[in-house]
T-cell receptor, first 116, second 112 residues
Framework: GAVVSQHPSRVICKSGTSVKIECRSL??????MFWYRQFPKQSLMLMAT?????????EQGVEKDKFLINHASLTLSTLTVTSAHPEDSSFYIC????????????FGNGTRLTVT | DAKTTQPTSMDCAEGRAANLPCNHS???????VYWYRQIHSQGPQYIIH???NNETNEMASLIITEDRKSSTLILPHATLRDTAVYYC?????????????FGKGTTLSVSS
């Protein structure tokens, strides 16, 4: 079945540094990928929609200059958290659109970001 | 905003069927019902989806009412590993690349 790989699974960084998270579709081409954020004991919140070869579309309240999204190929999207602060600590999850109208979205296993 | 309503939590005994309800009274004719679950600190796992007919796969069954305003996910023989948060989501299943919008879900606790 379709697989989405997310890397790294865990990262700890210092305040003020930037962190890049990768999301890959391993056995299919994903024209569209989605990035979510999840705080403890809360549901997933959609941050942005990433389309291959074009600018990402951000949800209201998500700073596009802070959360840089690049979708340079049909199998890779990256989320860079720039100048990270402790309040950016969260669980970040990507998903990819399988592009088959009968198939569901598939999710990566998430990245636990801790900013110290 | 999520277009579904689910109970906050449910309990189920191991080996028994778990029936998880979901209300989606404002569902549109071209929206599918999807079910995902999330085990702690993992990404959501797809379970099943349907439009109007009942569906069954190796994981679960999905029963959708005739008016499509509600549905029930059935795990026929729950195990301890089915303890998770279950999300019912409605989504247009087209070629445009539409995100899944998650509600609060139902926390299912399976106990022995």
């Amino acid at each position: 079945g379709a697989v989405v790989s997310q890397h790294p699974s865990r990262v700890i960084c210092k305040s003020g540094t930037s962190v890049k998270i990768e999301c890959r579709s391993l056995d299919f081409q994903a024209t569209t990928m989605f990035w979510y954020r999840q705080f403890p004991k809360q549901s997933l919140m959609l941050m942005a929609t990433s389309n291959e070869g074009s600018k990402a579309t951000y949800e209201q309240g998500v700073e596009k200059d802070k959360f840089l999204i690049n979708h340079a190929s049909l199998t890779l999207s990256t989320l860079t958290v720039t100048s990270a602060h402790p309040e950016d600590s969260s669980f970040y999850i990507c998903s990819a659109d399988y592009r088959d109208s009968h198939s569901p979205l598939h999710f990566g296993n998430g990245t636990r970001l801790t900013v110290t | 905003d999520a277009k579904t309503t689910q109970p906050t939590s449910m309990d189920c005994a191991e080996g028994r069927a778990a029936n998880l309800p979901c209300n989606h009274s404002t569902i549109s004719g071209n929206e599918y019902v999807y079910w995902y679950r999330q085990i702690h600190s993992q990404g959501p796992q797809y379970i099943i989806h349907g439009l109007k007919n009942n569906e069954t796969n190796e994981m679960a069954s999905l029963i959708i009412t005739e008016d499509r305003k509600s549905s029930t996910l059935i795990l026929p023989h729950a195990t301890l590993r089915d303890t998770a948060v279950y999300y019912c989501i409605v989504r247009v299943n087209d070629q445009a690349g539409t995100a899944l919008i998650f509600g609060k879900g139902t926390t299912l606790s399976v106990s022995s």
